[in-house]
């Protein structure tokens, strides 16, 4: 039996772990990739979440499980990426991975070639008829690689995204410091926005999260003091990982400090961030 409803319009079929698993027929416009016939594959974009391997959905582990191949992205060349180790319990021994290194520093026609190369092999992959995966911290839809393979796959009946925890999201359960209520605002940036951007995001709304601090906290720290919110900030690092860290009060915090890759600042007007 189906451990959860099933749509009526897509055929299933029960994996080995007895998970029920979709093969949606839908035509493939793309002659190079299957000659214009029946795309019996399927394409997941999965959040696996901020870093805590049991924070990920269920959807997000039962899809894991009856994967042929899972595509992980990789921040440095020959080396696991975090989002392959966090999802490694719950992969099958026969799924394949195919780890790829994204170029983060890079001119942007070599990102594109990138991206460009994983989309096209993923789509072939899915052609084939194979359960493809695609994994990526936190949430699939915010800040991720996966938007820009998306842009080039195009929002397609054989592609499923399976959203995740955000760090954000773990932060402020981990703090306790709320992110917006009743009529309160909530904006997201990344702090490789130009400054100005960040402080009238700061002076609009009620909360702000702000991602990517690492290599511009002194800026951020200086921005925060001068606008009266530093009782109201916390910041933290690697989320749900044994090697999280919380601080608390940022104006004791050294102006230099060195903060892992994984940082980010919640900011609630509302909220003593001591408290």
Not at 78 to 95: C, F, G, K, M, W
Not at 134 to 146: K, N, V
Request: charged letters at 20%; aromatic letters at 8%.
């Amino acid at each position: 039996m189906n451990r959860h409803p099933l749509k009526k319009d897509i055929s299933y079929e029960t994996n080995k772990f007895g998970y029920a698993r979709a093969a949606l027929p839908a035509r493939c416009t793309d002659a190079t990739l299957c000659g214009g016939g029946v795309m019996t594959g399927k394409l997941y974009a999965i959040g696996v979440g901020p870093g805590a391997s049991d924070l990920i959905t269920v959807r997000g582990a039962r899809t894991l499980a009856q994967l042929d191949v899972l595509y992980t992205p990789a921040g440095k060349a020959d080396a696991q990426s975090l989002a392959h180790r966090i999802v490694a319990e719950y992969l099958s021994p026969n799924t394949e991975i195919r780890t790829y290194h994204f170029l983060m520093k890079a001119e942007q026609a070599r990102k594109e070639a990138v991206w460009d190369r994983v989309a096209d092999a993923m789509q072939r992959e899915v052609a084939q008829g194979k359960q493809v995966g695609f994994i990526t911290l936190g949430d699939a839809m915010l800040f991720s690689t996966w938007v820009s393979l998306l842009a080039r796959i195009g929002h397609q009946p054989w592609l499923e995204i399976i959203p995740g925890v955000t760090s954000f999201a773990a932060i402020a359960a981990s703090s306790a410091m709320p992110l917006a209520m009743e009529n309160q605002t909530l904006a997201v940036l990344s702090c490789t926005s130009p400054e100005n951007e960040l402080e009238q995001a700061l002076r609009t709304h009620d909360c702000v999260v702000l991602m990517k601090v690492y290599g511009r906290f002194t800026t951020i720290r200086t921005l925060l003091g001068r606008m009266g919110l530093l009782d109201h900030a916390i910041m933290m690092s690697d989320a749900t990982l044994p090697t999280q860290q919380c601080w608390y009060h940022l104006d004791e915090c050294d102006r230099q400090l060195e903060l892992p890759y994984f940082s980010t600042i919640l900011v609630n007007k509302n909220w003593n961030a001591s408290r």
